[in-house]
């Protein structure tokens, strides 16, 4: 049997209004407001998930606890659905970061292997002098 997750819309239009403490009618309202849009079965019939009955409650709390319209509180839905959004790209940029910087710190490791050993970074402190080496010529120890 499959496992079901609270966004499965399992519940008849009847039982989710009595799970949510409203009437089928106000359901029906929301859904054509569009602060709870239920899944939909292939005859058309409504079928609500336990996302959609926590929505539904929300929407009862903000309405009759904080005095918010419908169109105030369907303002509130989309702008938490905004941030939901934004904080998944932000996630999602974050890792894409990482992995650039992971990038970078390899290939700046490969260019620091490919030096030659006989060649050494130098930056006279006074930018304004300059060192020329010379190497020594071999002698008779070497």
Do not use: C, W
Request: glycine share 8%; proline share 6%; hydrophobic share 40%.
């Amino acid at each position: 049997m499959a496992e079901l997750s609270e966004e499965t819309p399992v519940f008849v239009i009847s039982v989710a209004a009595q799970l949510a403490g409203m009437h089928a009618q106000t359901l029906r309202q929301y859904d054509r407001l569009g602060l709870v849009s239920p899944g939909r079965t292939p005859g058309g019939g409504r079928r609500y998930s336990a996302r959609d009955i926590a929505r539904l409650q929300a929407v009862a709390r903000l309405s009759h606890e904080e005095g918010i319209n419908l169109a105030g509180i369907k303002r509130i839905i989309e702008l938490e659905s905004a941030v939901v959004q934004l904080r998944r790209r932000l996630d999602e940029l974050a890792d894409e970061l990482e992995l650039s910087e992971q990038r970078r710190l390899s290939a700046e490791a490969a260019v620091h292997a490919s030096y030659r050993r006989d060649l050494v970074p130098f930056r006279p402190a006074d930018q304004q002098s300059m060192l020329v080496y010379r190497p020594r010529k071999p002698g008779p120890h070497g």
